[in-house]
């Protein structure tokens, strides 16, 4: 775990710092390493969600574009299955 993922198990357990405390040496290398992280881990699920087309949920709505009442998701037997 890097930075901030410290950070949160350190204060969960009571024995770490809030970051506002931290001096700015380790600031200046954790801020840009968890914006890093948190870029390329919204990429790769990005990536992931898209390889296999639309989801249960969006699948329905290009069926009938826009908005109507009415129209519900698709039965669980026709989503995607584990």
Do not use: I
Not at 55 to 67: H, K, T, V
Request: charge should be neutral; hydrophobic fraction near 35%.
């Amino acid at each position: 775990m890097g930075g901030a993922g410290d950070q949160t198990l350190e204060n969960a357990t009571g024995v770490g710092a809030p970051p506002t405390t931290w001096p700015r040496a380790e600031l200046v290398v954790d801020v840009p390493h968890t914006a890093v992280y948190g870029f390329v881990t919204g990429a790769v699920a990005d990536s992931l969600a898209a390889r296999h087309g639309p989801g249960p949920g969006e699948r329905p709505a290009a069926r009938r574009p826009g908005r109507h009442a009415g129209f519900g998701p698709l039965p669980r037997e026709d989503g995607h299955g584990r």
